[in-house]
C-alpha cells in the first residue's frame, strides 16, 4: 500500500495516555478537517532539555512499532525564577510535588514570569518533523478553576486574567501551547499532504 492511500484510509494516531491532550488536539484539529485517533500507549522518553528531541525521539520510536501516520506532544512549563524548572520534567513534578509544590516554591516570589512549550513530532514512513508553540504568562498566587489538567490552574497566560483552567475548553483550544503548535503541524500537512482529504 503506498503512503497515498494509507493515508486516506487511516486517521493519524496520537500516541499519549493521557486522555485530556487528545481531547484538546482533536479539538484544535478538527477545525482543519484532520481527524485524531487516541492511541494511549506509553511512549519512550529520552531525558534531554530539549522537548522537541524529547518528542521526536519518541514519536519515531512509536513509528518503528506501529508503522503508521502519529503524533506525538510533549509540553513543559518553564517558571523564569526557578530557572527553568520543571521544563521538560513538568510531568513527572506534577505527580510528585503537584500544584501546591511548585505554589510552595514560588512563596515570596514577585517574579511569576513563565512560558508554557508544547512539541509535537510527526512521523510517517518518510517524515519526522516537529513544531514548537510556545505561550508567555505568570504563575498565579493560588489554585484557580476546575477546567482543563495538570499545571492549568496555576497559569495565567499574558493579557489574560484567567488561568487555562477557568477558560472554556473552546477558548484555551484558541491561545494555548498546544494550539500553536498543532495549528502549525496542520497547516504544514495541510500543504504537503493535500490528498489526505
Given at each position: 500500500m503506498s503512503l497515498r492511500e494509507e493515508l486516506k484510509q487511516t486517521s493519524i494516531l496520537f500516541i499519549s495516555k493521557n486522555k485530556n491532550k487528545f481531547i484538546e488536539a482533536s479539538h484544535i484539529l478538527s477545525s482543519f478537517n484532520i481527524k485524531l485517533e487516541w492511541a494511549p500507549f506509553s511512549?519512550?522518553?529520552?531525558?534531554?532539555?530539549?522537548?522537541?528531541?524529547?518528542?521526536?525521539?519518541?514519536?519515531?520510536?512509536?513509528?518503528e512499532s506501529i508503522k503508521k501516520p502519529l503524533i506525538v506532544e510533549d509540553d513543559g512549563l518553564f517558571i523564569k525564577a526557578l530557572n527553568g524548572f520543571p521544563g521538560p520534567f513538568s510531568s513527572y513534578i506534577y505527580s510528585t510535588i503537584g500544584l501546591n509544590g511548585i505554589l510552595r516554591l514560588m512563596e515570596g516570589v514577585d517574579d511569576r514570569e513563565c512560558?508554557?512549550?508544547?512539541?509535537?513530532?510527526?512521523?510517517?514512513?518518510?517524515i519526522s518533523k516537529v513544531f514548537v508553540g510556545r505561550v508567555y504568562g505568570e504563575i498565579s498566587r493560588v489554585i484557580r478553576g476546575s477546567c482543563g489538567f495538570g499545571f492549568d490552574p496555576i497559569f495565567i497566560?499574558?493579557?489574560?486574567?484567567?488561568?487555562?483552567?477557568?477558560?472554556?475548553?473552546?477558548?484555551?483550544?484558541?491561545?494555548?501551547?498546544?494550539?500553536?503548535?498543532?495549528?502549525?503541524?496542520?497547516?504544514?500537512?495541510?500543504?504537503?499532504?493535500?490528498?489526505?482529504?
Open positions: 511512549k519512550l522518553e529520552i531525558q534531554s532539555s530539549s522537548l522537541s528531541d524529547i518528542a521526536l525521539f519518541a514519536a519515531r520510536n512509536a513509528f512560558f508554557f512549550e508544547s512539541a509535537v513530532a510527526f512521523c510517517n514512513q518518510n497566560p499574558k493579557g489574560e486574567n484567567l488561568t487555562f483552567a477557568e477558560m472554556p475548553l473552546n477558548y484555551k483550544c484558541s491561545i494555548s501551547h498546544r494550539a500553536v503548535a498543532l495549528k502549525d503541524f496542520a497547516r504544514w500537512f495541510l500543504k504537503n499532504f493535500k490528498y489526505y482529504l
